[in-house]
Each structure stands twice: as C-alpha cells, then as structure tokens.
C-alpha cells in the first residue's frame, strides 16, 4: 500500500458511519486497539475512493435551486433544493435538500 493520502469526506457517509461505530464498539470491548482502527478507516478511504472511480459509471442530470455554495481550500460545496435527478433509464427521482462536495481528483501539492 502506498502512503498517498485521500479525501477523508467518505467516513461521513453512511457506509463509513457504520465503520466508524462499530470500530467504536470493537475499541471499548477492548477487541482491537486504536491504531489498527485508525489503519482500518485510511484503508476505507483509498478503498472507496478507488472504487468509485474504477466501477462507478452510471450517470445521471439533475435540476433544483441553488441555496448556498462555497470553494475552500479546493473544495466546492453546493446545497441545492428541491432536486429532481433523472436516470439513465429514464427514471426521476426527487430529494427536498441534496448537498454536493466536490474535491479534486488529486489533493493539492500533488503531482
């Protein structure tokens, strides 16, 4: 494994809340020790990020209100309202409030 680092933003989904806790849990029961949590979680992060990438290809428009946006530290985030997305297939679906964090694929300083 190399010692590139990535984005951390998908601990804060559902999958990675899941991990998250049940390190938690593992940690008090005295099952595992912090660091291998710690291990386990940048792990997550290369993982997930390399799989979206690699296998992820379906695509998708949406359309709503932009409510706020912000660029930080190469970081856009958008909170957009009242979002119809539409699917490939054709299929709509709709979401009252939808937030969207956009980051380069590589983090500043990177080659």
């Known amino acids: 494994m190399n ?3 990535y984005y951390e933003l998908y601990r804060r989904s559902s999958v990675g809340w899941a991990l998250t806790d049940t390190l938690d849990e593992l940690i008090t029961a005295r099952r595992i020790e912090p660091q291998l949590a710690m291990k386990i979680v940048a792990n997550f992060d ?3 990020t390399e799989v979206l990438a690699e296998k992820v290809k379906a695509r998708l428009n949406f359309k709503g209100h932009l409510d706020t946006y912000r660029f930080c ?3 856009w ?3 957009i309202k009242d979002v119809n997305f539409k699917l490939e297939n054709q299929t709509t679906v709709h ?3 939808v ?3 956009s980051c380069n694929s ?3 300083g990177e080659a």
């Open 3 to 5: 010692n590139q680092a």
């Open 95 to 97: 979401a009252d409030q």
């Open 46 to 48: 290369r993982s997930i």
């Open 99 to 101: 937030k969207i964090v």
């Open 106 to 108: 590589k983090r500043p």
């Open 77 to 79: 985030t958008f909170l």
């Open 73 to 75: 530290d190469d970081v």
